[in-house]
């Protein structure tokens, strides 16, 4: 093979997917339970689906705008401004084919060689991954067991500098479940405009909390002029395999994503877009259904790896993870998460794929269900017991 360019080489992986690889590979000669990928086991509600179908039926299977049908932007901005108590315009929108994109193009747009990116660590792989690919610096802000995984805004403040061009939040949290509080996004917000920096405000999970309101930094009108939300109908809507998200962000940035689409992927599947519309504007049963059972199946995981030698976990405010500490078990985390996938058939990720200060912890989706949860809290505490 010819020599690859040498950014190759700074591109990382997201390790989900890697795991479940090796877990289905391994289902040929043992029972696996599937904890490892972030992904709701409850089907696409069928009017979503069935609206995808007479998408097709219709014709909806030619090339739309790159920043997605007006239909949808619309919908959008008054969906998600509804949620945060902000008034978006169509204008500010960029449909892209899953949420990961917007990561990406935003990076892309902003990013220059050298510059700065701080991100939460533990986090979302591919934060690091793409600042370190389009030739930025990857600056990780460390998220600490004690402050229940929420950034910490003075030292925050302390990383910023002339260098900073972004500061990447993600509040509900992947991998610890932490949600940021009103007064932790006011004093991001006040960091950025002194410092003239953009946020990416991951907010993927935003409807996906327990015991709290959902707070997004948008609600601070100061900082829209540098600010791009994130967000989709993956979690939400249990649409992962559909791939749609969106970005929304000031009109001239929006400009500039949906022309980096254009080069790109030229446009989010335009059948797909008709079904997210049914999602925005149809019956919410099955969604307020699927948030109840998540908050079952996070108290039976919490309370049970409470429960098993050497673990401790902090409950989760939001999302679907379980990040538990198990420094206690006198075993490298590593090594734990690979044990238990080989051993005990149960498929968890190590806390380091989420940044060298997730080593010592072990992340569980309990996006599955009860009785899976239970089995695999059944294993481990077998697995544990034999060490």
Not at 3 to 20: H, I, S, W
Not at 301 to 313: A, K, Q, S, T
Request: proline share 5%; net charge negative.
């Amino acid at each position: 093979m010819r020599r690859l360019a040498a950014r190759m080489n700074r591109l990382g992986t997201e390790t989900a997917f890697d795991c479940l690889c090796r877990a289905k590979a391994l289902e040929c000669r043992m029972e696996v339970v599937h904890l490892e990928i972030g992904e709701p086991d409850f089907d696409t509600p069928k009017h979503i689906r069935e609206a995808a179908k007479r998408a097709l039926d219709e014709g909806w299977t030619h090339y739309g705008p790159s920043a997605g049908l007006p239909e949808l932007r619309e919908a959008i901005a008054a969906y998600a401004g509804r949620l945060r108590g902000v008034r978006f315009s169509p204008d500010q929108v960029v449909v892209t084919p899953g949420a990961k994109p917007v990561i990406a193009f935003a990076i892309m747009a902003l990013v220059e060689d050298g510059d700065e990116v701080i991100y939460p660590n533990p986090g979302f792989p591919i934060y690091e991954s793409m600042i370190e690919y389009m030739g930025g610096r990857a600056v990780p802000i460390r998220l600490r067991e004690e402050n229940d995984f929420r950034l910490d805004v003075e030292e925050l403040a302390a990383l910023v500098n002339h260098r900073t061009k972004l500061i990447i939040i993600n509040s509900p949290q992947n991998p610890t479940g932490c949600v940021l509080t009103a007064d932790d996004l006011h004093y991001i917000a006040d960091t950025a405009l002194e410092h003239d920096c953009w946020i990416l405000a991951d907010e993927i999970y935003s409807e996906i909390l327990y015991d709290t309101e959902f707070a997004s930094i948008s609600r601070l009108p100061e900082i829209g002029r540098q600010l791009i939300v994130l967000d989709g109908f993956s979690k939400t809507f249990a649409m992962t395999g559909w791939r749609v998200g969106y970005g929304i962000m000031p009109v001239p940035m929006a400009e500039k994503l949906a022309r980096i689409q254009t080069n790109t992927n030229s446009c989010t599947a335009s059948f797909v877009q008709r079904a997210c519309l049914q999602a925005l504007n149809g019956p919410r049963d099955e969604v307020t259904e699927m948030l109840t059972r998540f908050r079952r199946r996070r108290d039976v995981i919490v309370n049970g790896l409470n429960e098993l030698p050497g673990f401790r976990c902090r409950e989760p405010k939001g999302a679907f993870y379980a990040f538990p500490n198990v420094t206690a078990t006198g075993i490298d985390s590593k090594v734990l998460a690979g044990r238990l996938l080989e051993e005990a058939g149960v498929a968890c990720l190590d806390g380091a794929c989420f940044g060298k200060y997730g080593d010592g912890f072990v992340r569980f989706s309990y996006a599955a269900s009860v009785e899976n949860i239970e089995r695999a809290l059944d294993k481990t505490r077998q697995l544990l017991a034999g060490k």
